[in-house]
């Protein structure tokens, strides 16, 4: 069961050993599914582009995968900019959200099942257990008259995406409670 201690102007979160691997399962195949597509990172990059940082040569396709839409939706209703908006800032966006959950893997991995998360982590660790929830709620078709856990039978296939929902949930809202009180 997850403790939480305050430690100063951070927060020690005690993992027990279950939670652990499940924590870094979540994070590893999330950072993995935002992983560009390998046939675009093995594309010629243009040396203006490569020199400002942004965008790529070409387009991007709008993920097929409803839950990677979730976290990488279109900007615009209008298809041509939206992609053109995707084309100057999908890598970039894919990337950051890729940091943030290796952040959250780095310190789950070497920290034994304890982790402190200081306050230059919050936004990371935020960012990510928030993408993690958006990728089950999407893949659990959730809605706000969601079905709670007491209502599902023990065999019902959804039950661990569920308490993992749950889990991840009280986590974000430890993490916001404990670094806003200030």
């Not at 936004?123 to 007491?150: K, P, Q, S």
């Not at 209502?151 to 569920?162: A, N």
């Amino acid at each position: 069961m997850t403790r939480f201690e305050r430690d100063g102007d951070g927060l020690v979160i005690s993992l027990s050993a279950e939670e652990r691997p499940v924590l870094a399962s979540l994070a590893a195949g999330l950072a993995e599914m935002l992983a560009p597509d390998e046939a675009a990172a093995g594309a010629e990059v243009d040396p203006l582009v490569a020199l400002v940082g942004i965008g790529g040569d070409g387009p991007v396709d709008r993920p097929d995968d409803p839950a990677l839409r979730r976290l990488l939706p279109d900007a615009y209703d209008d298809p041509e900019v939206a992609a053109e908006f995707r084309r100057l800032t999908d890598g970039e966006l894919r990337a950051a959200k890729v940091a943030n959950l290796r952040r959250i893997l780095d310190a789950v991995a070497t920290a034994g099942g304890v982790v402190r998360v200081g306050p230059d982590e919050i936004d990371a660790w935020l960012a990510g257990l928030n993408d993690i929830r958006l990728v089950l709620g999407e893949r659990l078709d959730m809605t706000e008259e969601r079905e709670h856990l007491d209502d599902l039978d023990d065999e019902d296939p959804r039950l661990p995406l569920l308490v993992a929902y749950d889990w991840l949930s009280e986590l974000q809202e430890v993490l916001v409670h404990v670094f806003m009180a200030d």
